[in-house]
């Protein structure tokens, strides 16, 4: 079965100073990958989005994220990050036949100090 | 803006209590989403919904039924709440066209707190 492991539970970053997030799935063929971010008291945003083709994709909010199928890894990227950022991300993928559920990781909430 | 919408952002509710959860999209999307989100666990399946009337379970639908009369509209239900049902609970929305457009819409969540 998919699964998706996302193994930094918190993160603190300083603002300014890049981000990695990491996640990484399990699956026998390439899926359908997601990064969504819950801000405080909210529902799930799309920050970006993987399906095919060029493996390093932009998101919304400057966030980027490249797919490594050697890893099977989707990594999502800030290269410089703002006290706003600071919620939840979850990493999530989709089967890529048949009707598509999703699974999603248990998250990793950033933290942005001053 | 286009948007899904849960009715009741937090609730408390008592043991034994029915619980009907609203979620509402205007989006015209046929397939919907009942999620729960508990701390470390990230977000579990509970139904879905492919279209108007259709339903299916996900990985944890125990305790919990649903229900699609409308197009817009799907009710998650809590026949006799528990406690370990206390949780946040998001509805998602998407349209059933390519699968690469598949991308859900989320509500901004209901919070159960049952007593």
């Known amino acids: 079965a998919q699964s998706v492991t996302q193994p930094d539970i918190h993160i603190t970053v300083s603002e300014g100073a890049s981000l990695e997030l990491r996640c990484n799935y399990s699956?026998?063929?390439?899926?359908?990958l997601f990064w969504y971010v819950q801000s405080p008291g909210q529902g799930l945003q799309l920050l970006l989005k993987?399906?095919?083709?060029?493996?390093l994709v932009q998101g919304i909010k400057g966030f980027e994220a490249e797919f490594k199928r050697s890893q099977s890894s989707f990594n999502l990227r800030k290269p410089s990050v703002h006290w706003s950022d600071a919620a939840e991300y979850f990493c999530?993928?989709?089967?890529?036949?048949?009707?598509?559920?999703?699974?999603f990781g248990t998250g990793t909430r950033l933290l942005v100090s001053p | 803006d286009v948007k899904v919408t849960q009715s009741s952002r937090y609730l408390v509710k008592r043991t034994g209590e029915k619980v009907f959860l609203e979620c509402v999209q205007d989006?015209?999307?046929?397939?919907m989403f009942w999620y729960r989100q508990d701390p470390g666990l990230g977000l579990r399946l509970i139904y879905f919904?492919?279209?108007?009337?259709?339903?299916e379970k996900g990985d944890i639908p125990e305790g919990y039924s649903v229900s699609r009369e409308k197009k817009e509209r799907f009710s998650l239900i809590l026949e006799s709440a528990s406690t370990n049902q206390t949780s946040m609970y998001l509805c998602?929305?998407?349209?059933?066209?390519?699968?690469?457009?598949?991308?859900?819409?989320f509500g901004a969540g209901s919070r159960l707190t049952v007593l």
């Open positions: 989006m015209d999307h046929e397939n």
């Open positions: 993987y399906f095919s083709g060029d493996t």
């Open positions: 919904s492919y279209d108007v009337k259709m339903k």
């Open positions: 999530a993928v989709g089967l890529n036949t048949g009707f598509q559920k999703l699974v």
């Open positions: 699956y026998g063929a390439t899926p359908y």
């Open positions: 998602a929305s998407r349209t059933s066209g390519s699968a690469g457009a598949n991308v859900l819409t």
